[in-house]
């Protein structure tokens, strides 16, 4: 008895999953109410269920607004919006088939995408004594190295150091990575070292000069006060007589 009933249960319940599935609806139907209505085209969506004796009113997507597939919504899909804000322009317009499809600004790369970008970021910039080693893309940031040895780089390609004396040239300061080698011509050396030497010796001629005046002035003052005291004593002694 046991055996029967549980065989019978097994029997019921096959037999209600082939009905179900005799009567799931199709992939050109969706299901609404019990019942399967053919779907509407991309670019459409239902205006009206079907019934028994009409099939499914079907009517354009408005503007800004699309399906692009074929379905049975009663309203479409709003079109997507690429915000500035988010680094984002449009790439390829919304459509009443087709939603609007976002890419990066000029300088960004998409940082969150799926099968449209949301958002965008800036590409980085390459510090000085760094250089570009691979450009940014719309997908993928710009990606920086540090120039070698001997050269230097403001952030975009490296050079080498100036060879001072391969130009015949003396070296004032040597380059670094962000840098050139600073160079002066040996003839331009040469005149300011004998400028300096110049008024070196200008300098100390003039304190001589100087000090010699001074010496000179003071002995004919000495002279002038000597000359007045032997006058004063002439006139002292012919006053006693």
């Known amino acids: 008895m046991s055996i029967f009933y549980t065989q019978s249960t097994f029997l019921t319940l096959l037999f209600v999953n082939i009905v179900l599935c005799v ?4 992939n050109a139907e969706y299901e609404i109410n ?3 209505c053919p779907k509407c085209l991309p670019g459409k ?3 009206r269920h079907c019934d028994e004796f009409n099939s499914t009113t079907c009517e354009s997507c408005h503007i800004r607004t699309y399906t692009d597939l074929p379905n049975g919504f ?3 899909l709003p079109c997507s919006v690429c915000d500035t ?3 984002l322009r449009v790439k390829q317009a919304c459509t009443v088939t087709s939603d609007t499809v976002c890419g990066p600004l000029p300088g960004y790369y998409c940082i969150d995408s799926l099968y449209n970008c949301k958002r965008a970021k800036k590409h980085s910039s390459c510090s000085p ?3 570009i080693k691979q450009t940014g893309t719309e997908f993928r940031d710009t990606v920086c190295d540090h120039c070698p040895a001997g050269s230097y780089s403001d952030g975009t390609l490296c050079k080498l150091h100036t060879d001072c004396e391969s130009l015949d040239k003396t070296t004032i300061s040597e380059g670094t990575d962000t840098t050139d080698a600073e160079c002066r011509d040996r003839s331009s050396l040469l005149t300011v070292t004998l400028c300096v030497c110049l008024g070196v010796c200008l300098l100390i001629f ?3 000069a100087v000090i010699i005046v001074k010496k000179k002035n003071e002995k004919n003052n000495f002279k002038i006060v000597k000359s007045v005291a032997t006058q004063d004593l002439y006139k002292c ?3 006693v007589s």
């Not at 009567?23 to 199709?26: E, G, I, K, L, S």
């Open 23 to 26: 009567a799931a609806c199709n």
């Open 34 to 36: 019990g019942r399967c």
């Open 45 to 47: 969506r239902v205006y």
């Open 74 to 76: 009663t309203e479409c």
């Open 85 to 87: 804000s988010n680094g």
């Open 129 to 131: 004594g760094l250089y």
């Open 206 to 208: 003039t304190v001589k």
């Open 237 to 239: 002694q012919a006053n």
